[in-house]
């Protein structure tokens, strides 16, 4: 039996509650046994029952679980720094897309690279969201939209993850855009592959968990949606949906009414999607980080979602195009700087509330006696530190089931 204690720690945020009273604890400890937390206590009744643990003295640190990260379009090529410099220059995300930069871009560099060179150049890009307090990630597909590149985008995370000590969680997202040999009058046909022959092949080899769909004008229409989405979930694919990103076009209430277990961006909800989003079980997963560096004024609204009762989560969104960071802590500066989130609502957000998006039931995101020893100690003194010092990584360590990794 393998037992660690960590002591000295100046606050432990336990992800259970973004209430105060109950998600934040001082003058306490954490005991882990065996990979997972045993206790959190007062350190001197920990060292009484734990005589021969092995200690770490956090020296006043602050303990929060690992970041859940449910958003992430980490597998991909190249990067497209050259999209950046023509939004700067005032040129629209959509109009990139139509001269062919955005998602296609990817498409056409992913299709030229191999599964095995996929591999490694990926695996530096989770070395660096570790070193920023995630231990656990959902990944999509979408970069290759054939059915061969999706398989190979999937299996590459599959090989990721066993790699370890990442959890990689992966999405099938073959309806992230048309590729450019389906635009125009043979849409439809693209749809008829997704359904026949692409979802029951991700399905058969077991390479995904959730099936996502882009909806939003000029990409796919709510019918497409739902064709896509239901036709995964007769595969065994839970559904999910990028939904109300830049325009409002009842993606959130698509998502509600099919039991999705996220709707994922919400820039432009409704007010009929906030209430669709609060009756129902469907995670609401803001990505701050993607609309601030689209340079969008209006962002999700957390502040209303929240207070309507929904169940929020942060995310990155990570990916070459329009958040190329892998940094929770920026998403959290974002979602208390411009989405009315406290702090402790932002990290909850990302911890517990990014397991929740990814139907994770094993204690993912908590300190709580019993659930995985995924902890992060950070130089501060304080939880709002977390945010309140952006650009700056306060990331000390990072323990996965019990085992140091950073």
Known sequence: MSTLLFLELAEVVTGTS???EEGLRSGVGIAVENGRIAELAPDTELLARYPGAEVVRAGGAVATPGFVDSHTHALFGCWRAAEF?????????MEIARRGGGINASVRDLRQRSEDELVEITRPRLREMLRH????????????????DELKMLRAIRRLDAE??????????????????FRGS?????????????????????????????????????????????????????????????????????????????????GAISDAGIRALARSRTVATLLPATLFFLGKKQHAPARRLVDAGAVVALATDFNPGSAPSPSMPLVLTIACASLGLDPLEAIVAATAGGARALALDDGRGTLAPGAPADLVLWDAADHREIPYRFGTNLVTAVWKRGLRVV
């Open 18 to 20: 973004s209430a105060p």
């Open 186 to 266: 043979n849409r439809s046909d693209y749809v008829d592959l997704l359904v026949n022959e692409m979802i029951p092949a991700v399905a058969e080899a077991g390479l995904a968990r959730f099936c996502d769909v882009f909806l939003e004008p000029g990409v796919f229409t709510p019918p497409e949606a739902r064709r896509i989405l239901e036709a995964g979930l007769a595969h065994g694919l839970l559904p999910k949906l990028h939904a109300d990103e830049l325009e409002n076009s009842a993606g959130a209430e698509l998502a509600a009414e099919l039991h999705a277990v996220s709707a994922d961006h919400l």
């Open 164 to 181: 370890g000590p990442l959890d990689l969680v992966p999405t099938f997202l073959g309806a992230h855009e048309f590729p450019p040999e």
């Open 85 to 93: 410099a023509l939004r700067s220059r005032g040129v629209s995300y």
């Open 133 to 148: 307090g995630t231990t656990t990630a959902e990944v999509k597909s979408g970069y290759g939209l054939t059915t061969e």
